[in-house]
């Protein structure tokens, strides 16, 4: 979801362009909002919350909110049941979605996603931008999607930090060590060398981006590495909230790990990244402004081509444990090396 919401984001800066008397509201599922707090091009935010989704009355009371705000247009990113819903109750003159065969009649205006990439904003971009075909009157080129911290957020986690025993002026490196489940988490043993490769290159310092319930996964994962490479782990280091985690970002060398919302919030700090994609995503959809330098991504199409165009999504996805094995660190740790000598600014 988070992911989602940040990229999908961008539609409101395209949106102000073209009307800056608009008043653009965006609909998000209550838990994201960290991701696009304070964004100047949102003027209102429309919360699905955790109570409203598990409960059929409050919903349709949600759907009655939307109807009575008489919006004009309709941007539905997702066309999912509940979002197609709230497309109909808008009662809005313009629709827009991508095509569904099943969905199509909610709308005044279907698109049907690419499947290729044009630019190196990769396909979850440009997929958006297509979107807004029908309200603006030349698309604009891709945007890049922001997050946007208060300078008393950046301050704070500066302190925080020093607090800890980090040293600033030295690299310092977020490490996404486990996805947002199994499917999407490196092999524990293999991330651990990874974080090893880094630490024997820089001597820098080491942050893992965990939630409190991941904390027995994240310790198997410091536990994996050498000795040495724990003395430069600072384990107890993470964002209690999701706001802490992105100013603690804000101070870090480089985000590197699994493929996810971290990644893609990482990005839109403008902090480099290198990213492990799962084998049964579709890097070219998520690998958004990679450039060989700042962003960088590996995927098993990248070593085992083979292996994934001759196989199904399912199949991908109900081998992962088994694909993910064959992505060794071996084949790309001379990449990362050169990802972080680029982009060692200490």
Known sequence: ????????????????????????HYVINSPTYAVVEGNPFIDNFVFVTPEIENSRAKFVSFLKGIKKEQY??????????????????SRAAIKISKYKWYTSYYYTH????ATEAKTNAGLAIENRIQLLEPLVK?????????????AEEIEHSKNLLETSGIDLSKPLYMISVLGSGDNKTYPLPHMAKVIDAIVDQTQGQILFNYIPKQIHEAKTVYNFCKSETRTHIFFDVFGKSLREFLAITHHCTALIGNEGGA???AKALNIPTFTIFSPWIIKEAWNMFEDGKQNVSVHLKDFNPDVVNNSTSKEL???YKSLYEMIRPELFLETLKTFIALNNSN
């Open 1 to 24: 979801m988070i992911g989602d919401v940040l990229t999908t984001s961008i539609l409101f800066e395209a949106l102000k362009a073209e009307y800056p008397n608009s008043e653009l």
């Open 72 to 89: 004009d247009a309709v941007i539905d990113v997702y066309s999912k049941f509940s979002s197609n819903l709230m497309t109909k109750f």
């Open 110 to 113: 279907t698109f049907k996603e």
């Open 138 to 150: 030349e698309l604009p080129q891709p945007i890049k999607p922001k997050i946007y911290l208060k």
């Open 263 to 265: 990644v893609n919030m």
């Open 317 to 319: 996805k109900d081998n």
